[in-house]
């Protein structure tokens, strides 16, 4: 039996995306594969009162259970509001990658879906994305839709190998499938190894700078769809304070680089009104349950490292809401 999102107290994305683009924010995306994330990042955007994207990827949806998951989400909107405060929540399919999945996440209470074709020739893409699109839009769900490559996951390359969006294409793609946001290319890529080395440059106080994103392109995207939402992935920052703490207590994570804060902060204030973070928190949680284990070889409790990671990972969440993305308020 289907279950609609609005059973569960969610929220499409339609009117956060419009807020945020007039409001020059961005909606924090955070995706979620377990209780003490999910229990971060909600603490973390009610206390922050900031509206939230919760992600799901096809991996994470295998690895907690369809089922499992949209209890969580029902739950997640019952918690909140035990919090204090009921933030808009939106649960949402990262990378669905067949209209199947996607129209299996619509049926199962999500509110969003990702139809990832940026990979298929781009008659393909449009086809495939037109798709989804229809059957979401019959249940009020949003869609995303995505044109040009991100190195690293996509395409097996760490981070050397990306086609940026083509802005002479984002107008034909958004006016033929119907999407309701966009996903581009702009020189961001997935995990921890965004940059090599020999790409950066060093600041005043020895820290490597990764290049800049491509905002001219950006800037190009906008003009032909102007109002348009975009969406980034690959946001990450990689806090070197997480990977040192890592690397301290026995992890080995070399020349990790991500996107500088400053310009995350840039996009927000764009068309860009979505922004993907999951490898920052990977890190956090990683390194909180490193330090945890190491100083206290004796614990055998899994409360008591994966409590204080959660404390750490509420902790980031809310700087991002804060300081990068400006979403804080405003839900
Ligand atoms: O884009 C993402 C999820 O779709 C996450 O990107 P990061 O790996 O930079 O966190
Ligand atoms: O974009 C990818 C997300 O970070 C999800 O990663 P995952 O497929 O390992 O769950
Ligand atoms: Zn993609
Ligand atoms: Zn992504």
Redesign the pocket.
Known sequence: MAIHYKELGLSNTKELFAKAIAGGYAIPAYNFNNLEQLQAILQACVETKSPVILQV?SGARKYANATLLRNMAKGATEYVKELGYAIPIVLHL??GDSFELCKDCIDNGFSSV?I?GSHLPYEENVALTKKVVEYAHKFDVSVEGELGV?AG??DDVVAEHSSYTRPEEVEDFVKRTGVDSL?ISIGTS?GAHKFKPEQCTRNAEGVLVPPPLKFDILEEIEKRIPGFPIVL??SSSVPMEHVNTINQYGGKIDAAIGIPEDQLRKAAKSAVCKI?I?SDGRLAMTAAVRKVLAEKPGEFDPRKYLGPARDVLKELYMHKNINVLGSAGKA
């Open positions: 990827s990262d990378h990702m990832d991100l996951v996509e996903a997935h992935h690959g993907n999951d």
